[in-house]
């Protein structure tokens, strides 16, 4: 069992879990994940690592509700617990000192740019931070990414925070700006989001890192459901990643594959009861 | 009673059929399909064995149970004495009883095969541990050990580790299995389906382990949550019976279409996360016509599981023909019962998909036989130009696992077959003092009794090392 020590809103259905697991906030490194169970009976959900405490036996987790299972571990309160947490799962990420480099958040995939993000700013790269949301309650870990980026740039959908726009708009005029231009670009956020990105850095040679999210089970190789297509090769996310570079991932297979059971997820929604269901975000995939 | 019949009555008693549900009933649900022997059943069958002197039956079992022992204590309506024998030297008898290949193993040997079959060991192994699972009052007691005040570290909770905990449990070290999923049992638990395989049992021959004193942590993934090396730091001795967990891919066009599964995901959605039930959240693709490719067990549990989840046509495609098929011959006799429809001398060449990224069928190859390869089996051969359409919503790979690297890329010195599987020797130690292994891990895809005879082998290893380094 892993007790829920914090639990508080973030953003609009975006929840910050602080969660006892000693062994897991010991060995984890910047870019892994943990899958947890949180009851019997229930779903195996991957969750990014956004932060440990090996003193403190901690780790972070911050989780969107975007379907039954994910609302359950929103709605564990502190002091009670989930009931498996297996991890840390996947490759670190690959942090070397690139020079200049943007971040680019998207979404709950903001907090999941976190740890990275700070990791290459302790490496040495200047680092300079998009975060884009549909509009501002969205926007989250600006203050907390303020402090070690060089500048942190905001786009909101609807111009209700920053400026108004996508996170591309962003990132274009950066690249235009040979000042500001970066060597490397790590992008986490919505899969409609990552592949613009891509598609915007590619031709300018820009190596551009994305972190995939495949639907998974046990997230140690065995099954083979994690699998994304990588330069035309086949490869298990869960083991071999979760970070690819974006130019050599094939993101229409990523898409297709993650709605393969958008009928029965849409089904278990639907069994909720309606004082539930506001609180589930639709996720663009 | 037993007493009382001549060699003559005995040699006239026919071999006992297992009593099954219905092939007609049971191709929709998910209950066993095996029932079980009945009390008169089984003593009358047990009635069969001569108790010959050279017991040839043991030697056919990779733990060495005392076959003819246990029979006569079922001849004679001592089933706490049956049960007392078979647990000393199976720790998961009532798994056995219920998938070993017993028709390859002790009742090959049987020296009454020949006439009128082989005395049903297996069904007899199930028996009596249904019956001890259901009277664990009535167990005779075992004796508790004198503590050793060893540890003992084990990776994996399948059947070689769980024999393995068992074993060294019972000559007093202190266990601690780590398994990386949820839950317990190894491929016992997300492999096997429920209706070969009830998982109750798995939970009670575990809970039988924790009683003996055997410590089990989930959750723990050896390689990521913790290094093989914390464990030799932190234990006495190692144990690693992590399996052979890696789907081997079949590397043909359209293998990443929605509907194609590994049969190991297709497998664990199935019976680890419950995907059969209706009350459980875990998804799977109900396909109205399946295709399963390879010939094993992994392929008739996955077909026979696609045709209970309501396939209307459930289909084996496989690259040899149903001579070399490896998956025991009960379990093609059940499927092909349950209507299980098999299309030998064939391969896939090609998966196929809809506009919407669905499978939607197979391009496939006729095949014939030529030469023997390694294995002993006549290798298969395209018959060049004979290919063939083959519709399907749903494709199942089953054409085997490779070892999994997670732990051994971790493991640094350990050595490793050039295939990947950890290298051991005849005792199972490995080439790092103190560290044994066993099971899929070393041998690649085998079976539960050879996983658990390392188990066996290698706990006796670990007890000789043990005493020595103390
Ligand atoms: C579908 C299917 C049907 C089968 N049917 C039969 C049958 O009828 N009869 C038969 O005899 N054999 C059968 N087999 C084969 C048999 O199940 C295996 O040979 C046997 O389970 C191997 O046992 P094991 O203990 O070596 O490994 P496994 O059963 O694979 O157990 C290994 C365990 O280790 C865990 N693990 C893996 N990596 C780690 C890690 N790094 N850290 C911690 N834990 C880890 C795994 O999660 C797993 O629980 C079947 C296999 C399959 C897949
Ligand atoms: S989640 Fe099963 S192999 Fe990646």
Redesign the interface.
């Known amino acids: 069992m892993f007790e829920v020590l914090e639990n508080d809103t973030l953003a609009p259905n975006v929840q910050r879990l602080v969660v006892r697991a000693p062994r897991i906030a010991k060995a984890r490194k910047p870019g892994q994940f943990v899958i947890v169970h949180p009851e019997k009976g229930g779903e195996r959900i991957p969750l990014t690592i956004a932060d440990a405490d090996p003193e403190e036996g901690t780790i972070t987790l911050f989780v969107q509700a975007v379907g039954a299972s994910t609302l359950k571990i929103t709605g564990t309160p502190p002091g009670s617990p989930l009931l498996d947490i297996a991890g840390p799962l996947g490759k670190e990420t690959d942090i070397e000192n690139w020079g200049r480099v943007v971040c680019v958040g998207g979404g709950v995939g903001t907090a999941v740019l976190y740890p990275q993000a700070k990791a290459l700013a302790d490496a040495g790269n200047e680092v300079t931070t998009i975060i884009g949301g549909r509009s501002a309650p969205f926007i989250i870990l600006a203050n907390e990414l303020g402090r070690f980026s060089r500048e942190v740039l905001i786009t909101t959908e609807d111009g209700s925070l920053g400026r108004q726009g996508f996170v591309t708009n962003a990132l274009q005029e950066l690249i235009d700006d040979p000042q500001r231009c970066p060597q490397a670009i790590f992008a986490v956020g919505p899969v409609p989001m990552m592949r613009a990105i891509c598609e915007l850095s590619r031709p300018y040679g820009i190596k551009t890192i994305v972190s995939l999210n495949p639907i998974m089970i046990d997230g140690t190789g065995m099954c083979g459901g994690c699998r994304v297509k990588i330069a035309g090769e086949t490869k298990f996310a869960c083991v071999d990643g979760p970070e690819f570079d974006g130019h050599q991932v094939d993101f229409d297979l990523l898409m297709d594959r993650l709605t393969m059971y958008r009928e029965q997820e849409a089904r278990l929604v639907e069994d909720l009861p309606e004082s539930l269901k506001s609180k589930i975000t639709k996720v663009k995939r | 009673m037993k007493k009382n019949l001549s060699h003559k009555e005995i040699m006239a008693i026919e071999r006992v059929k297992m009593p099954e549900q219905d092939p007609q009933q049971r191709s929709r649900n998910f209950q066993e399909v095996n029932l079980g022997l009945s009390k008169q059943q089984a003593m009358r069958e047990a009635q069969r064995c001569l108790q010959c002197k050279s017991q040839p039956c043991v030697d056919g079992c990779p733990v060495r149970v005392r076959i003819p022992e246990f029979l006569e204590a079922i001849a004679e309506d001592n089933l706490p004495l049956a049960a007392h024998i078979l647990l000393k030297d199976n720790t998961l008898p009532a798994v056995c009883g219920r998938v070993c290949p017993q028709e390859d193993q002790c009742e090959v040997l049987c020296v009454r095969s020949a006439k009128s079959g082989p005395v049903a060991v297996g069904h007899l192994e199930r028996y009596v541990a249904d019956w001890a699972m259901q009277n664990p009052d009535k167990l005779l007691k075992q004796d508790r050990p004198e503590p050793s005040g060893k540890t003992v570290a084990v990776v994996g909770s399948g059947p070689a580790g769980l024999t393995m905990a068992g074993e060294l449990a019972h000559m007093g070290h202190q266990v601690t299995v780590f398994e ?3 839950e317990t049992g190894g491929v016992l638990r997300y492999g096997i389906p429920e209706f070969r395989l009830p998982k109750n049992i798995v939970d009670a021959e575990v809970e039988r382990l924790e009683r003996l004193g055997v410590t089990i942590e ?4 050896v390689g ?3 290094t093989l090396e914390d464990l030799t730091r932190q234990f006495d001795a190692v144990f690693i019976g992590n399996g052979a ?3 081997m ?1 079949l590397n043909i066009e359209g ?2 279409l ?2 194609v ?2 049969a ?2 297709y497998l ?2 199935v019976n680890l ?2 995907a059969w039930r209706n ?5 799977i ?1 109900q396909g109205r016509r399946v295709v399963v490719i390879g010939g094993g067990n992994t392929a008739m549990d996955a077909v026979r599981t696609a045709r209970r989840l309501g396939a209307e046509r459930a289909i084996i495609l496989y690259r040899r023909s149903e001579e070399e098929m490896p998956a025991r011959v009960e379990e093609i006799k059940h499927a092909k019962e349950e209507g299980i429809e098999f299309i030998l001398l064939a391969a896939p060449l090609e998966i196929l998909g809809d506009d919407k ?1 669905w499978v939607a069928g197979l391009r496939c190859q006729r095949m014939k036989l030529g030469e023997p390869d390694d294995s002993g089996r006549r290798r298969p051969q395209p018959i060049e130009g004979d290919t063939f359409l083959l519709e399907a919503d749903v494709v199942v790979n089953a054409i085997g696992t490779r070892p ?3 732990l051994t890329a971790t493991a640094g010195n350990l050595k490793l077959s050039p295939k990947g599987n950890i290298a051991t020797d005849e005792n199972c130690a490995t080439n790092i003092p103190g560290v044994f292994a066993g099971g899929d891990i070393v041998r690649g895809g085998a079976t539960v009794i050879l996983a658990m005879g390392d188990g066996k082998k290698a706990a006796a290893a670990i007890d000789n090392y043990l005493r020595k380094s103390s």
């Not at chain 2, 989930?218 to 993934?221: D, G, K, L, S």
């Open positions: 990386a999923l949820h989930c959750n723990v993934i990521k949550t913790l967990g890696l789907p891919m293998e990443n929605k509907g599964f590994s190991n995901e664990t959605r996360m419950g009350d459980l959240p875990t998804p693709i990224g999994n690297p997670l």
